[in-house]
């Protein structure tokens, strides 16, 4: 505890009883809560996260490990999980093009063409989530089952070749896109809508067409949101395991939020190859959000 | 500190110890863990003592049933008379009844692993899970019995727990049944729906057949999918058969699951595979197919242990190491082994019931159930269908099958 507390102390400590420096130090005051709770709940279990990561298992005591520094449950955990790590990539990658695709012409008829239904598009979009996720994702079992209407058409179209979606890793990448729609949606929409008109009308008076318009002025100017929705889609799904659990198979669709269940909750001594997937997919994603926010991401976006 | 290192559970509970005397929240417990983790983390490199394990004395919670009557207690899907219509447990609202003991029941466990490794680390650091009774298969028992996670019974409190079979008294992993009563015990074996499949399924050839593939769904408890394929392989699966069996079966399995045959290996949940068609035969239990006909309205569910043989397994009630409702759950097990209400729960859940005289009770309820050998099996029934038990596994065995097992249906 001693150590939480120091942190913590440290900034609230110099807003003493001199009231000339209390006006300065009273943003860090109220930085506080959230510095608090991230040190608390983020920064201290990531710190016992990775001492778990570095764990050893116990020659002879299965399910025990013991304190070590042992990076071998990186390597190992990297090299059985490669597919793992392949496929959570992918999977993301794929529901957030799709999530885009669905989502950039309904935000964008949201914030030009909706008019006095735009409020009641914005309670579809977010009306499901009145209701749990899992639940969400169940119902997707049962609309994408062997019986259900859409497997049905399709087989009868042999447009099927497996004979069935759930499964299969159509269906663990129309569960990812169906569950985080509203988050590529909503930011879109904030910044579609924060277009100013006369700016569009503008590039009609300079002889633009509809299609150049789009292309120069309102998408450009759509980026800080294309770019905020495509994070918060991209990030959460590449760990997601609901998804790849409830609708996916066995072997070819399983990701690596399934392995690190799997580690944690089912394999005797786990623990340690749970913790450094956990470390690895982290790296993995920021290195790859940095690459993207620095080659996409300009001022922009603040 | 070279040499002197405690191991790191006994570490980490001795720190949350000295936390819950503090007060502390659990958030707070594990970043006090994290915190001595890390410093520990940069000294120790030798590996430290050996944990303790079943030296350490059993020291048991005070008993505060008498002024809280609450039982609460954990069980699995489809495994306790149900009524729809009043959407309650008969049974249960029966005991509820005549001893004034609030019996709360949860369908919490779908599969032993997930279910013991989330509430594993609440129980070795001396957290109530908040219930009283859970009911885990033979080998999780043994584990956690050894782990000293379990609280002995008091057989005075209990008499009509003589009611036991004698096949069922002396177990490997309890013997004298201190620890542990048998809820159910049934059979793994193969399930499919008539209709749908056209034809019978008598053995694991005609399961695993090219008009069923991706149709299929198997049992993520590794005892009954590999014990029924190593008796298809000809393994005597009570026997002793060592690793080369074993990799022989994870083989067949890799390639069921490879070839498309197999759509998923599941807990108790593929109970809704079923129900929705998107599984028609399969790996199953004995009882739940009978629920299944039940919830469903349809006859065509078959169960039949497959020509090479099946397996037996038994789950057990058992009072977790934190309960301080000792008495109550006593109460609770006395009365579902009295035959009456044992054949009752048999009735409704079509396992094997583990009570004397409860098969006398079903000649009341039911003659035809009474008869049945998937609930009261005679000796020569087992032989002749040759249903056996998952021979014990060792500790080491144990956690090197569980890994291949878990890397086989692929995680």
């Not at chain 2, 008498?66 to 306790?80: F, G, M, Q, S």
């Not at chain 2, 309890?174 to 399924?201: C, H, M």
Request: hydrophobic share 45%; with cysteine; charged share 20%.
């Amino acid at each position: 505890m001693s150590a939480v507390a120091h942190g913590a102390g440290a900034p609230a400590a110099p807003a003493g009883p001199d009231t000339a420096t209390r006006g300065k130090f009273l943003p860090y005051l109220l930085l506080l809560p959230g510095a608090l709770w991230l040190l608390i709940f983020f920064v201290v279990p990531l710190a016992q996260l990775f001492t778990v990561s570095l764990q050893s298992q116990f020659p002879g005591y299965p399910g025990y490990y013991y304190r070590d520094v042992n990076f071998r449950n990186y390597l190992d955990a990297f090299t059985e999980f490669a597919p793992h790590f392949g496929r959570s990539l992918l999977f993301a990658g794929l529901a957030t093009f799709f999530a885009f695709a669905l989502s950039y012409p309904l935000a964008y008829a949201m914030a030009f063409k909706a008019g006095r239904w735009r409020s009641l598009m914005m309670i579809c979009i977010i009306a499901p989530f009145f209701t749990s996720f899992i639940l969400r994702t169940i119902a997707w079992r049962q609309i994408l089952a062997d019986e259900g209407p859409v497997a049905k058409v399709l087989n009868t179209l042999h447009l099927l070749p497996g004979g069935h979606i759930t499964e299969t890793w159509m269906a663990v990448v129309a569960g990812l896109t169906y569950n985080f729609l509203p988050f590529m949606v909503l930011p879109i929409y904030a910044s579609l809508e924060r277009v100013d008109p006369r700016v569009l009308e503008a590039g009609g008076d300079l002889y633009a067409n509809g299609f150049t318009t789009f292309r120069t002025v309102t998408l450009p100017m759509s980026m800080p949101g294309v770019l905020a929705g495509t994070l918060l889609t991209f990030i959460p799904a590449a760990g997601d395991y609901v998804n790849a659990e409830l609708l996916g198979s066995d072997r070819s669709t399983k990701m690596v939020g399934n392995v690190i269940e799997s580690q944690f909750f089912k394999v005797p001594g786990g623990y340690p190859t749970a913790a450094a997937l956990s470390f690895t997919l982290m790296a993995l994603i920021l290195a790859l959000v940095f690459v993207y926010v620095r080659r996409f991401g300009t001022d922009e976006l603040v | 500190m070279k040499g002197r290192i405690p191991p790191a559970d006994p570490g980490v509970r001795a720190l949350i110890r000295s936390a819950r005397a503090s007060q502390l929240s659990r958030r707070n417990l594990l970043s006090i863990g994290a915190a001595g983790a890390s410093a520990a983390a940069l000294s120790a490199c030798a590996p430290p003592k050996p944990p303790a394990g079943g030296v350490a004395a059993l020291k048991l919670p005070t008993d505060v049933s008498a002024e809280e009557k609450i039982v609460r207690w954990a069980n699995w899907t489809a495994y306790l008379d149900y009524d729809d219509t009043t959407q309650k447990y008969p049974s249960l609202e029966a005991f509820i009844k005549k001893t004034g003991i609030q019996a709360t029941y949860s369908e919490d466990i779908d599969d032993n692993d997930s279910y013991v490794s989330k509430v594993r680390p609440q129980l070795e650091a001396g957290q109530d899970i908040e219930k009283d009774i859970i009911t885990l298969t033979d080998w999780m028992a043994n584990r956690l019995i050894r782990d000293r996670l379990i609280q002995p019974l008091e057989l005075i409190q209990m008499p009509n727990a003589g009611n036991l079979l004698p096949a069922l008294r002396e177990v490997s992993f309890d013997p004298g049944r201190n620890y542990s009563l048998t809820w159910q015990s049934g059979f793994a074996g193969i399930g499919y729906d008539k209709a749908k499949v056209g034809r019978e399924l008598k053995s694991l050839d005609d399961l695993f057949s090219p008009d069923l593939k991706g149709k299929i769904t198997v049992l993520s408890e590794m005892r009954d999918t590999l014990g029924l394929i190593m008796a298809w392989q000809g393994v005597d699966i009570s026997g002793n058969w060592g690793k080369p069996e074993f990799d022989k079966a994870i083989a067949k399995v890799d390639e069921l699951l490879t070839g498309g045959f197999i759509r998923r290996v599941k807990g108790n949940a593929y109970m809704n595979d079923l129900k929705s068609g998107n599984a028609i035969a399969g790996i199953v239990w004995s009882g739940d197919l009978f629920i299944l006909r039940a919830e469903t309205e349809n006859d065509n569910w078959e169960f039949t242990i497959p020509e090479s043989g099946g397996t037996l397994w038994s789950d057990n009630l058992m009072v977790p190491i934190t309960s301080t409702h000792r008495r109550n759950a006593e109460a609770l097990m006395n009365y579902y082994y009295d035959p009456a209400v044992a054949a009752e729960v048999a009735a409704y859940v079509n396992y094997v019931c583990p009570v004397v005289g409860a098969q006398q009770e079903m000649e009341k309820l039911d003659p035809d159930l009474a008869q049945s050998p998937l609930i009261f099996p005679t000796e020569d029934y087992l032989t002749k269908s040759n249903i056996k038990g998952f021979r014990a596994l060792t500790a080491a065995e144990d956690q090197e099958y569980s890994a291949e097992w878990a890397k086989v249906v692929g995680n």
